[in-house]
């Protein structure tokens, strides 16, 4: 997936794959639903997903950007993670029966 090897929480500079950027739309959906899926904690009452990364802003801002282009619906950026709206994580086929 184009993933950094070793501690990323420590890189300044850490991003989201190259290959993101002008990639089709399937690409980027695939990356979402493959992210979402690997680091993704549900909310059954609410359907809304949050994502806890200890990684710069600017890398969650990049994530929420590519998640909220991909579900065509609202994702938020918070202190230490990024929070997927119900309407988007259904947008994004995530079902609520899937949720932790």
Do not use: C
């Not at 300044?12 to 739309?25: K, M, N, R, V």
């Not at 609410?46 to 806890?52: D, E, K, L, P, R």
Request: hydrophobic share 40%.
């Amino acid at each position: 997936m184009g993933a950094p090897i070793g501690k990323k929480s420590e890189l300044d500079d850490i991003t989201l794959p190259w290959y993101l950027d002008g990639a089709p739309e399937d690409v980027r959906e695939m990356f979402a639903h493959s992210y979402i899926a690997n680091r993704g904690y549900g909310d059954r009452e609410s359907a809304q997903v949050q994502i806890i990364e200890d990684r710069p802003q600017s890398y969650r801002e990049s994530l929420a950007a590519l998640l909220e282009d991909a579900a065509g619906a609202p994702v938020t950026v918070g202190d230490r993670s990024v929070t997927i709206s119900a309407d988007a994580a259904w947008a994004l086929g995530i079902e609520r029966d899937r949720l932790a």
